[in-house]
């Protein structure tokens, strides 16, 4: 693995707490942050001063409402070109399409930018859903026990699972947990990411499901399992939590701690470990930061990567808003 280079920090904001969990860069100019805690969902900032601009999707039941949405992972791998971004609601079981464009330019109401299609119920409990243009969802699910991710064509409604990598003897009701991973895709590039909780490794696949290879960190071996529940143990490392993807690089963030040891450490005791891909599979850099990355995103010119954490003080619920300038090649 290539020796880590501390990210270079260009600026930094504080705003109000939102439970940020998702981030995306959808133009060269603009953030969204998807906030948990707010009656709005979508936080806009500029990318370039880090201030704010606007918030919009309310909680609630309406075609353009939202409550429980998760970003398409293909949002942003496909480039800038597309003005429409597509959330998945688990809750209300519909995709739904936001004219981005159309809202950061304040052109029309909100509700006439946002439009839902529901979704076939093999699609129910999906996550890490990416898009492909002959009508395929790839992606893997919260009930995760046929395989390691699937691929659902629109048409047929038929859904293949791609079989389980690194295969181990596992008893079904563990392996929801054993498997569970990231996945992200780029059409143009022809992969499939898959970026996995508990082993410290990444796989790259076809877009047919093919393995094309993998990289593991450290020998792979079966996670230690929990006698109170059934799932991996939560003292047992978490390597891999977020994945994002640009037309030319996937970006993944390494923890490599257990549960239990991030709940009991402050976020300045756990630092950050973000790995840079290119979609053939080479691994090109290995960036840290101090502090415990909530979540992050990175421009399409792969030049800037922004990130938060939140402040721990009980008095001041506040967000550290982050802009880091990356290697250039």
């Not at 290119?278 to 922004?306: A, H, I, P, R, T």
């Not at 001041?316 to 982050?322: A, K, N």
């Amino acid at each position: 693995m290539l020796p880590p280079e501390e990210m270079l920090l260009e600026q930094e904001e504080y705003i109000n707490e939102g439970c940020y969990f998702d981030m995306l860069c959808v133009n060269d100019s603009t953030l969204l942050l998807k906030a948990e805690c707010d009656t709005f969902f979508f936080h806009l900032y500029n990318a370039n001063k880090l201030d704010y601009i606007s918030k919009f999707g309310m909680k609630g039941k309406a075609p353009c409402d939202f409550q429980f949405p998760f970003p398409y992972n293909t949002n942003t791998t496909n480039g800038y070109q597309n003005d429409t971004l597509i959330f998945y609601d688990m809750n209300l079981v519909c995709n739904k399409y936001i004219n981005i464009s159309n809202i950061i330019q304040k052109i029309g109401s909100i509700s006439n930018n946002i439009r839902q299609e529901y979704v076939d119920e093999k699609l129910f409990y999906g996550k890490d859903l990416n898009i492909i243009s002959n009508g395929k969802i790839i992606g893997t699910s919260i009930n995760q026990q046929k395989g390691l991710f699937f691929i659902y064509d629109k048409k047929g409604k038929d859904i293949r699972w791609i079989d389980f990598h690194p295969s181990f003897s596992v008893d079904d009701r563990y392996k929801n947990s054993v498997y569970s991973c990231l996945v992200c895709a780029n059409e143009k590039k022809g992969t499939v990411i898959v970026g996995y909780r508990h082993f410290d490794g990444v796989s790259f696949y076809t877009l047919n499901g093919e393995l094309k290879k993998s990289i593991f960190f450290s020998q792979p071996k079966l996670p230690e399992l929990s006698h109170d529940f059934s799932g991996v143990s939560n003292d047992y490392p978490i390597f891999f939590s977020r994945i994002y993807g640009t037309s030319e690089r996937c970006y993944l963030l390494r923890i490599g701690r257990g549960l239990n040891s991030i709940l009991e450490s402050s976020n300045a005791d756990i630092h950050t470990t973000i790995l840079e891909f290119d979609w053939n599979g080479n691994l090109l850099n290995q960036y840290y930061f101090k502090n415990l990355l909530s979540s992050f995103c990175v421009d399409e010119e792969d030049k800037f990567l922004y990130g938060v954490y939140s402040n721990e003080e009980e008095n001041e619920p506040y967000v550290h808003l982050l802009k880091f300038k990356l290697k250039d090649e």
